[in-house]
């Protein structure tokens, strides 16, 4: 499977080519990782605002070439569902897995996944833009209750999307996108061709695995520190 391209009809790319990068990448990235079929709606709707929402949000921010905010909101279903499909997929048993969508483990599953589709839109952010933007590690949060987030001190002109996602079973999750209005204009051709191993995305997910299965307790104690000094500087 190969990464789909920013566009091939126009020189000019803008807000809704940015959106639908990220949206491949999410479709990409899962799909490969949880072996089922994740889609999105070919409607998007323009928004105000940006919020994390229950069950469980998760917010990206970048900067860089241009800067922005990306939230990815899922419902328990939806969660469980893709967590789930992923251990499955990796060889995990039934009885290894956790049964709540409020366990640390689905929600450092998710993290690795959304970390994953960021560094696969970032790439492309690179090879088809011909610019450089970093991100913060994502961080998934379980909500029981809506908590509005927002970079528009960031921003000039602030734009904002919203997409609808269905998992395989049906179960629905939301990525919002907030970022300045700005366009890229090809000056001079270039070559933007990468040939992807979708086998990566699963070798990169097994190391992450490893790697957060091996983490001390020491270090579990210091993000739940971070994720509580977190929430409490959102209100919450």
Same mark, same amino acid.
């Given at each position: 499977?190969?990464?789909?391209?920013?566009?091939?009809?126009?020189?000019?790319?803008?807000?809704?080519?940015? !959106? #639908?990068?990220?949206?491949? *990448?999410?479709?990409?990235?899962? $799909?490969?990782? =949880?072996?089922?079929? @994740?889609?999105?709606?070919?409607?998007?709707?323009?928004?105000?605002?940006?919020?994390?929402?229950?069950?469980?949000?998760?917010?990206?921010?970048?900067?860089?070439?241009?800067?922005?905010?990306?939230?990815?909101?899922?419902?328990?279903?939806?969660?469980?569902?893709?967590?789930?499909?992923? !251990? #499955?997929?990796?060889?995990? *048993?039934?009885?290894?897995?956790? $049964?709540?969508? =409020?366990?640390?483990? @689905?929600?450092?599953?998710?993290?690795?996944?959304?970390?994953?589709?960021?560094?696969?839109?970032?790439?492309?952010?690179?090879?088809?833009?011909?610019?450089?933007?970093?991100?913060?590690?994502?961080?998934?949060?379980?909500?029981?209750?809506?908590?509005?987030?927002?970079?528009?001190?960031? !921003?000039?002109?602030?734009?904002?999307?919203?997409?609808?996602?269905?998992?395989?079973?049906?179960?629905?999750?939301?990525?919002?996108?907030?970022?300045?209005?700005?366009?890229?204009?090809?000056?001079?051709?270039?070559?933007?061709?990468?040939?992807?191993?979708?086998?990566?995305?699963?070798?990169?997910?097994?190391?992450?695995?490893?790697?957060?299965?091996?983490?001390?307790?020491?270090?579990?104690?210091?993000?739940?520190?971070?994720?509580?000094?977190?929430?409490?500087?959102?209100?919450?």
């Amino acid at each position: 499977m190969t990464t789909p391209p920013l566009t091939t009809t126009s020189d000019v790319l803008g807000i809704n080519d940015l !959106l #639908l990068s990220l949206c491949n *990448s999410v479709t990409r990235v899962l $799909s490969v990782a =949880t072996n089922s079929q @994740v889609q999105y709606s070919g409607m998007v709707q323009r928004i105000q605002k940006t919020y994390l929402k229950p069950e469980i949000g998760c917010f990206v921010l970048f900067d860089g070439g241009f800067s922005g905010l990306v939230i990815i909101n899922f419902s328990a279903d939806s969660a469980m569902e893709l967590y789930r499909s992923y !251990l #499955l997929n990796m060889g995990m *048993s039934e009885s290894d897995l956790a $049964s709540s969508h =409020t366990s640390d483990e @689905v929600s450092n599953v998710m993290g690795e996944l959304m970390n994953q589709v960021v560094g696969d839109f970032t790439g492309k952010v690179r090879r088809e833009m011909q610019t450089h933007i970093t991100q913060n590690q994502p961080k998934m949060l379980v909500l029981n209750k809506q908590v509005q987030l927002s970079v528009d001190a960031n !921003l000039d002109n602030p734009q904002a999307r919203r997409v609808t996602f269905y998992t395989s079973a049906g179960n629905i999750f939301y990525l919002e996108l907030a970022v300045d209005n700005t366009e890229f204009i090809k000056l001079q051709d270039f070559d933007a061709g990468e040939v992807v191993d979708p086998d990566a995305i699963i070798a990169q997910a097994d190391d992450s695995r490893a790697a957060a299965a091996s983490a001390s307790a020491s270090v579990i104690s210091q993000e739940d520190e971070d994720t509580a000094a977190l929430l409490k500087s959102l209100g919450m």
